[in-house]
């Protein structure tokens, strides 16, 4: 049998997906919201490529007090490097919505385009890999941290004691996690 091919579906993948196969218990109300949800998300996707084209290619938007003209205006002043990976080990690496270590500080803008509440944890976890890549000791340094979202700019001072311990629990679980492997090949 020659079974039918689908180019144009390469590297896609449907709502209604066998893998994903939980939407076979949903009424249509639930059908919905999960829907509106995914629409949500991949509108999420397509608004940080554009921020981080604007933030690379240098381009302000108006200043309208939006979220992403806000922190795309914030990044390009700051003249932070956008998406930019950073790299414990194989276990513990991240990409960041936009960075820049000058001066002694670390500044670290993360965009948010749901309206899911959130937390400065995850830019806490990008620090911690920040100062174990580059070697830089979290209590020598200043670390802020901006969530932007809903219109709004949380910014957080990071305390280098939550910072050290993050780092710590990363080097001592990356650690643990290639022991466990290495422990499933013998």
């Known amino acids: 049998m020659i079974f039918n091919r689908y180019s144009h579906l390469d590297g896609k993948h449907a709502f209604l997906s066998p893998s994903k196969y939980h939407w076979i218990n949903y009424d249509i109300d639930k059908l919905a919201r999960m829907f509106a949800s995914s629409m949500a998300a991949a509108k999420g996707s397509e608004l940080h490529d554009l921020a981080s084209k604007c933030i690379k290619l240098g381009v302000k938007l108006t200043a309208n007090g939006s979220t992403l003209s806000t922190y795309v205006n914030d990044a390009i002043g ?52 920040f100062c174990l890549e580059y070697k830089i000791k979290p209590h020598e340094i200043e670390i802020e941290l901006r969530i932007y979202q809903s219109n709004e700019v949380r910014i957080y001072d990071a305390d280098p004691e939550v910072i050290l311990h993050i780092m710590n629990t990363i080097i001592m679980f990356d650690k643990r996690i290639n022991e466990i492997r290495l422990e499933a090949l013998s």
């Open 78 to 129: 700051y003249k932070m490097h956008a998406e930019q990976m950073l790299y414990y080990s194989d276990n513990a690496f991240g990409t960041c919505d936009a960075i820049v270590f000058r001066r002694n500080k670390l500044r670290i803008h993360d965009l948010k385009t749901g309206t899911t509440a959130t937390s400065e944890h995850q830019l806490e976890v990008y620090a911690a890999l």
